[in-house]
């Protein structure tokens, strides 16, 4: 008889009902912010990655090609793009020749609206053009 009332399942204390519900509510919750946070980060971080590719595209098309006044022309070609890729106005570019290359760097701060926080992507990135391209 012992044996019996052993394998019995006992009734659910009445502090314990809900608890699994409660559970799931959180995980669900959880996901839904990283899932917001993923959508609000991930199109920035896009956008960035296609910058910079096209600063590396304006730097070494400027230097293959010889443009008289290159450094202007990059700053020029950058600001005109910076609404393409959602940057703020306000970015810093700065095109330069150092050892026989062409330099851009671009700085800007964008901030990126998360649950219960604001992150600020910060994106400084400096390009070089390739040193074989550079007319002497």
């Given at each position: 008889?012992?044996?019996?009332?052993?394998?019995?399942?006992?009734?659910?204390?009445?502090?314990?009902?809900?608890?699994?519900?409660?559970?799931?509510?959180?995980?669900?919750?959880?996901?839904?912010?990283?899932?917001?946070a993923?959508?609000?980060?991930?199109?920035?971080?896009?956008?960035?990655?296609?910058?910079k590719?096209?600063?590396?595209?304006?730097v070494?098309?400027?230097?293959?090609?010889?443009?008289?006044?290159?450094?202007?022309?990059?700053?020029?070609?950058?600001?005109?793009?910076?609404?393409?890729?959602?940057?703020?106005?306000?970015?810093?570019?700065?095109?330069?020749?150092?050892?026989?290359?062409?330099?851009?760097?671009?700085?800007?701060?964008?901030?990126?609206?998360?649950?219960?926080?604001?992150?600020?992507?910060?994106?400084?990135?400096?390009?070089?053009?390739?040193?074989?391209?550079?007319?002497?």
């Amino acid at each position: 008889m012992n044996n019996l009332a052993d394998t019995r399942r006992t009734p659910c204390a009445s502090n314990e009902r809900g608890g699994a519900r409660f559970n799931f509510l959180l995980v669900v919750a959880l996901i839904g912010g990283f899932v917001y946070a993923g959508s609000q980060y991930v199109p920035v971080a896009i956008q960035a990655y296609q910058f910079k590719d096209l600063m590396y595209q304006k730097v070494t098309y400027a230097a293959a090609t010889g443009i008289p006044i290159p450094t202007k022309w990059i700053e020029k070609e950058l600001q005109a793009s910076l609404s393409d890729y959602g940057i703020p106005p306000s970015a810093k570019i700065n095109a330069q020749q150092l050892d026989g290359r062409l330099v851009a760097r671009v700085q800007w701060i964008r901030p990126i609206q998360l649950p219960g926080y604001v992150y600020q992507y910060n994106f400084d990135h400096t390009t070089k053009s390739d040193s074989f391209l550079t007319p002497k």
